[in-house]
């Protein structure tokens, strides 16, 4: 099936841990591409290494399978259509010129709105399912956020200084999604990255990195085409950080 005649298939639950796990779990059953787990709550939302997603009532929390015919390194490339899909999504239907940040974040103002996990299940060297988790911000109040998250998280609602239709919110997203998937399949990588270049507003800047317990300053240069973040670091030496090992934040100006 080409992923542009995906019809998702939806379901919906109120309270789950985490839409990632149930979809999985589903994938697991033999759920077809294109199942769309969606919920009204997570108790137990996640992002990568573990991280908690905080995921109350009013905001947007799905998880969409996948079965793409790539090889199990290129599904770094499914956290770039979804990025890319949810700051067109909310270029459009909000007019909110939302940004990407390396690697799987959708920013507003230089705050983050959404993430995206992406999880796969790989046997005997091929990739079997992918599990794409998108976190939206959307009818959540900031007064609501956990101290961790106030200054470094926002959401539509506080935004916009009204509430969203999150159903119409979610058919934008996965129509742009499979429309950007479509592109993966088709050998248009390329063309993704070059969008969502287009929409990083990061690259050029001073930016900290953050992984293996180590912190650094460097310079944001540019996004390869295996997904990796080129870095000149401070004694003028390039590194290539690969996505899942750190995170990079803006750097304050103190
Ligand atoms: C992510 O991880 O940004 C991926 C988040 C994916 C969440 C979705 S919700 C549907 C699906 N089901 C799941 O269980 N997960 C997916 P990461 O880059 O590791 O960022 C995690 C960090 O973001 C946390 O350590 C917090 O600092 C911050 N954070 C937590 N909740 C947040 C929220 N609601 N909004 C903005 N930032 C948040």
Not at 127 to 135: F, R, W
């Amino acid at each position: 099936m080409s992923a542009k005649s995906i019809q998702p298939k939806l379901v919906r639950l109120q309270k789950v841990a985490s839409t990632n796990t149930v979809a999985a779990n589903l994938a697991k059953e033999g759920a077809a591409e294109g199942t769309v787990v969606v919920a009204e709550a997570q108790t137990r939302g996640k992002g990568r290494l573990n991280r908690a997603w905080f995921s109350p009532k009013g905001g947007l929390w799905f998880s969409v399978v996948l079965k793409p015919k790539i090889k199990p390194q290129e599904a770094f490339k499914l956290n770039f259509a979804a990025s890319v899909a949810v700051a067109r999504t909310l270029r459009t239907l909000t007019g909110l010129a939302a940004n990407v940040k390396w690697p799987n974040d959708v920013l507003i103002e230089g705050q983050k709105v959404c993430g995206v996990l992406t999880e796969t299940r790989v046997r005997k060297g091929i990739l079997d399912y992918a599990v794409v988790g998108v976190g939206l911000n959307s009818n959540v109040q900031v007064e609501s956020f956990p101290e961790t998250l106030r200054g470094y998280a926002t959401s539509l609602e506080s935004k916009l200084g009204r509430k969203l239709d999150n159903e119409s919110l979610l058919q934008g997203l996965l129509e742009e999604f499979f429309t950007c998937y479509a592109l993966i399949g088709h050998g248009g990588f390329e063309i993704l990255l070059r969008e969502w270049k287009h929409l990083a507003a990061f690259l050029g800047s001073q930016i900290e990195v953050h992984g293996d317990g180590r912190l650094f300053v460097a310079k944001a240069l540019d996004v390869d085409a295996e997904g990796r973040l080129l870095v000149r670091l401070e004694n003028g030496m390039i590194q290539k950080l690969v996505f899942g090992d750190v995170s990079v934040g803006l750097k304050q100006s103190r």
